[in-house]
């Protein structure tokens, strides 16, 4: 999927969530932001219940959890 796909993608009807994870979950609450690292891949998943952005080596560890997942995109953090 090229550029041209992310950005319909990012503009279509469907939100794109980004899917995080903390080893902090007591802060949660009182994030306002997310971070990305500059220097992970991530991707866009279609899955069941939507579409999210997730750290491209969670996927693994994700699939049991998510089920089955469809990569539409990758990009880096930066």
């Known amino acids: 999927m090229g550029v041209a796909s992310l950005q319909s993608l ?24 997310i971070a990305v690292n500059p220097e992970l891949h991530y ?4 899955v069941t219940s939507g579409l999210f952005v997730v750290a491209k ?9 998510i089920g ?5 995109f990758e990009l880096m953090g930066k």
Not at 10 to 33: H, I, K, Q
């Open 10 to 33: 990012l503009n279509g009807e469907e939100p794109v969530r980004l899917l995080v994870w903390t080893t902090t979950p007591w802060t949660l609450t009182a994030n306002m932001g």
């Open 43 to 46: 991707v866009v998943i279609s």
């Open 57 to 65: 080596q969670r996927l693994e560890a994700l699939k049991s959890v």
């Open 68 to 72: 089955e997942l469809v990569v539409l």
